[in-house]
């Protein structure tokens, strides 16, 4: 069955930077767009980025673009998103998804917390 | 960007009850809309997606209808499990990809 976990979430300060993985098993990785998308706290949600299964097309949220990117080895069934310049605002569990317009799958998340 | 209003925001209702909830796209958007179910703590689910296709492995319970810019989802019999809180989400042509607000269902 599709599984899909994050891992590198935690606290950072304004300014900080952080990067979190999902490893991917389940299904043929490589054939797949895969998904960042956030929920801050009490508020809805939010798609980030996604990356095609070859790295030729990516897609950023204005809220996000030039601070984060987003990258993705085929070979270790991984899905990165590397944020830096990292704002209050961008507190939020954040999820990686199966899928560029259609999230067929979703991780359970991770939380990322940017507070001084 | 195409603005996705949702309501209710939230409600309660009985086991066994009917329950609709809408989605208003700012402007057409065909068919290209998905629903999501989202508990804390669990990922978050796929229910519904081309407006009124159900994923595999959803009670046929769940159901969606609607095109152009005016979109229902219903369950047609409430149940314990069902309690979460559901988001529209749509993906006409260019991103970005736009949720609902969201609209959280309780147990009366």
């Known amino acids: 069955q599709v599984q899909l976990v994050e891992s590198g979430g935690g606290l950072v300060k304004p300014g900080g930077s952080l990067r979190l993985s999902c490893a991917a098993s389940?299904?043929?990785?490589?054939?797949?767009?895969m998904s960042w998308i956030r929920q801050a706290p009490g508020k809805g949600l939010e798609w980030v980025s996604y990356i095609s299964s070859s790295n030729t097309t990516i897609y950023y949220a204005d809220s996000v673009k030039g601070r984060f990117t987003i990258s993705r080895d085929n070979a270790k069934n991984s899905l990165y998103l590397q944020m830096n310049s990292l704002r209050v605002e961008d507190t939020a569990v954040y999820y990686c998804?199966?899928?560029?317009?259609?999230?067929?799958?979703w991780g359970q998340g991770t939380l990322v917390t940017v507070s001084s | 960007d195409i603005q996705m209003t949702q309501s209710p925001s939230s409600l309660s209702a009985s086991v066994g009850d009917r329950v609709t909830i809408t989605c208003q796209a700012s402007q057409d958007i065909n068919n290209y809309l998905n629903w999501y179910q989202l508990k804390p703590g669990k990922a978050p689910k796929l229910l519904i997606y081309d407006a009124s296709n159900l994923e595999t492995g959803v009670p046929s319970r769940f159901s969606g209808s609607g095109s152009g810019t005016d979109f229902t989802f219903t369950i047609s019999s409430l149940q314990p499990e069902d309690i979460a809180t559901y988001y529209c989400q749509q993906y006409d042509n260019l991103p970005p990809w736009t949720f609902g607000q969201g609209t959280k269902v309780e147990i009366k």
């Open positions: 389940g299904f043929t990785f490589s054939d797949y767009y």
């Open positions: 998804a199966k899928g560029n317009y259609l999230a067929d799958y």
